[in-house]
Nanobody, 121 residues
Framework: QVQLVESGGGSVQAGGSLNLSCAAS?????MGWFRQAPGKEREGVAK??????WYADSVKGRFTISQDNAKNTIDLQMNSLKPEDTAMYYC???????????????????WGQGTQVTVSS
C-alpha cells in the first residue's frame, strides 16, 4: 500500500499562482496530478516518471511539476491560473510503469484525498 498526502490548494484570483505538494509513503515509479470539476470526469493534469513528464494541453506553459524520487514527492506549481482550473485536485501514484503510455486515471493505483483549488475571475 502507498499513502499519498497532499497539501496546498486554496482560493486565488485569475492570473495568480498556487503550489500543490504530494508526499508518498513509499517509492512510486509514477506520480501525477489529476483534477475533477463538478459534473465532469477526472482528467489528467500532469505526470512524472523516471526520464519523462507529461502535461495536459490545457496547462502546458502554465503548470510545472517537480518530482523528487528520493523523497517520493511531487509538486505542482500552477501559474497564470484561470477560472476553468477550478477543481478538486488529486495526487496519484503507481509503483508500476502503466502510466508511461497511459495518461488516464486507470494507470494509477493510489490516490490522495484531494485538495480544492478555486480560481475566481
Amino acid at each position: 500500500q502507498v499513502q499519498l498526502v497532499e497539501s496546498g490548494g486554496g482560493s486565488v484570483q485569475a492570473g495568480g499562482s498556487l503550489n500543490l505538494s504530494c508526499a508518498a509513503s513509499r517509492y512510486t515509479f509514477c506520480m501525477g496530478w489529476f483534477r475533477q470539476a463538478p459534473g465532469k470526469e477526472r482528467e489528467g493534469v500532469a505526470k512524472g516518471y523516471p526520464g519523462g513528464t507529461w502535461y495536459a494541453d490545457s496547462v502546458k506553459g502554465r503548470f510545472t511539476i517537480s518530482q523528487d524520487n528520493a523523497k517520493n514527492t511531487i509538486d505542482l506549481q500552477m501559474n497564470s491560473l484561470k477560472p476553468e482550473d477550478t477543481a478538486m485536485y488529486y495526487c496519484a501514484g503507481d509503483r508500476g510503469a502503466r502510466c508511461v503510455n497511459n495518461n488516464g486515471p486507470t494507470a494509477f493505483e493510489y490516490w490522495g484525498q484531494g485538495t480544492q483549488v478555486t480560481v475566481s475571475s
